[in-house]
DNA sequence: TCTCCTTTTAACCTTACATTAACAAAAATG
DNA sequence: CATTTTTGTTAATGTAAGGTTAAAAGGAGA
């Protein structure tokens, strides 16, 4: 399915290597962004939501242990692949220390590589996620449940959201009362910002407004131009 | 939880390095059972509790990964790490085919290895909280006994499960209510996520919504694209 | 070998989803 | 006020996922 490829970071500033990387992981069905150093690294994985990070450890101005350490004080679990240029036994240790999941050392089989990749990402997979409270949310007589994609009123008959209604609606609560600006959902939810992902946008909001119609104190605004705003009127 | 020693069951044919090995690990806090062979291996297996298997890959007779073939039939969650020999890509590969989780070339550092395994260790540790050792369930009026192998509805003739049957429906049980993830299910029972094993799953999905019809409070929901969730009606 | 049991693969059908089109209605622009 | 842009809404389309049954393939034991 289109919209569950797994989400690559690579860090890697050796540019031949990188691209080389990126695009043989990307024809292997997985989403890349590929950063030529640690800063940069960094930014964007404060931007998205990544399901792997692989770093090379050989970078100048930020080494990957640094990146990883910084990594790690944002997001205690993303799993961690290092590159490491040669056999360095202080590399692996230290690299295991700041919580790496693997690591490689080059030059490596590419095959190995995407084994590796898929073990390591089905492993957090089976964690399982256990704070359901994040997934619940009070909209007017609403219940959302976004993690078993349902919506109830008043305790009646659940009824089943599609993942894209699902995500938008949450998306929509998260803000409630407040603007949800159209290109916050489309670059998170549909991660893609054009007239056409836009247009499906508004049949999904057209889409939700039918489900809440059952509360008249619930409603979606559009504020024309910049997005949208769910109000429950008290 | 246990402030016990851990287990590792060593099976490596070189009599003097299996020895060195063994003692190290020793040395290390580790409880060590060493075997000296695949059938020696499987035997000792069968007799204890381990928290890690370390496999030789080349061994007379019965080679690493055919024990390992073995010992998943017995426990589908026991770390393996693999010892091979050399860099033999198609042992990796064929390693994690097998539900391996980490693999080491010989020769290797002895500090590296011991990272590994208390990586390792520690990974499952985390893991198993939430996936207890839980043989037995009620499902409405049905009662799973999942180290059986039967379901048994309102204390009538119990029905034998397939080992698939029954590992699905523990899975299920586990998640009662909540979302059992289908990349779970194929990750942890299949070993693999294909659209064959997908299939596969969803035939079981399929036996084992008959078995449940008996009980019109229980039923298997499926969620879209993520998963089944198996509801109790009160 | 021939069973029996289990699992996978195939086939066919139904449902669920996301996108796009089409047209209507607001809102902004100038 | 005419025109363009944005949004509202419904319906049509194409594709992917899931439901179900049956046949084929594997595997262990007699």
């Not at 404060?46 to 944002?74: H, N, Q, S, W």
């Not at 619940?136 to 078993?148: A, P």
């Amino acid at each position: 399915m289109e919209d569950q490829k797994k989400r690559i970071l690579l860090v890697e500033d050796d540019p031949n290597f990188g691209t080389v990387l990126k695009d043989y992981l990307m024809m292997n069905d997985y989403e890349v962004t590929h950063a030529k150093n640690g800063m940069e690294g960094f930014e964007k994985f404060k931007k998205d939501d990544f399901d792997l990070c692989i770093l090379d450890v050989m970078m100048p101005y930020k080494d990957g242990f640094t990146l990883a350490k910084e990594i790690r004080e944002k997001n205690t679990d993303v799993p961690i692949i290092f590159l490491t240029a040669k056999t360095m036994k202080e590399d692996v240790l230290r690299g295991y220390k700041v919580g790496a999941d693997d690591y490689l050392n080059k030059p490596f089989d590419s095959e190995v590589l995407l084994m590796k990749i898929k073990a390591i990402i089905q492993r957090k997979a089976t964690e399982t996620i256990s704070d359901s409270k994040q997934f619940e949310f009070k909209i007017g007589s609403f219940d959302l449940n976004s993690k078993l994609r349902f919506l109830r009123f008043k305790g009646g008959e659940p009824v089943k959201l599609s993942p894209k209604e699902n995500e938008l609606l949450r998306l929509l609560a998260l803000h409630e009362n407040d603007l949800m600006p159209r290109e916050l959902a489309l670059t998170k939810i549909w991660r893609d910002d054009n007239y056409f992902t836009s247009r499906s946008m508004d049949v999904y909001i057209a889409k939700l407004r039918k489900y809440l119609k059952l509360d008249e104190k619930v409603e979606i605004l559009n504020i024309h131009g910049e997005g949208f705003r769910l109000v429950v009127n008290t």
